[in-house]
């Protein structure tokens, strides 16, 4: 059983940076798609990035491009999420979660689930 712990999240000027973690335990990351999604309050979760377990390929939503990075370390078993530039519509809870299916990005594909951890952009 894979298990994820995010960490990271707090409270963000509009225009600042935070750094979320998420610690992976029981799995190997190589063997997953490793997934970031959020949710705002009142609004469905919403896929943000995710990376390849094999060839480390990124990609990311359309409101993220060129804020956010994605990006993995092996030796810690943890994947990390980089976020730039940040706007209040970024405001949600953020989640990490692995699928054994190649590059997948919907929530319906994802096998594993952290609990998450709230980021609120706010002046």
């Known amino acids: 059983q894979v298990h994820f712990v995010e960490s990271g999240g707090g409270l963000v000027q509009p225009g600042g940076s935070l750094r979320l973690s998420c610690a992976v335990s029981?799995?190997?990351?190589?063997?997953?798609?490793i997934g970031w999604f959020r949710q705002a309050p009142g609004k469905e979760r919403e896929w943000v990035s995710c990376i390849r377990g094999s060839t480390k390929s990124e990609t990311y939503a359309d409101s993220v491009k060129g804020r956010f990075t994605i990006s993995r370390d092996n030796a810690k078993n943890a994947v990390y999420l980089q976020m730039n530039s940040l706007k209040p519509e970024d405001t949600a809870v953020y989640y990490c979660?692995?699928?054994?299916?190649?590059?997948?990005?919907?929530?319906?594909?994802?096998?594993?689930w952290g609990k998450g951890t709230l980021v609120t952009v706010s002046s």
């Open positions: 029981g799995g190997t990351l190589d063997h997953y798609t």
């Open positions: 979660a692995a699928s054994r299916r190649l590059g997948a990005t919907s929530p319906d594909d994802m096998n594993y």
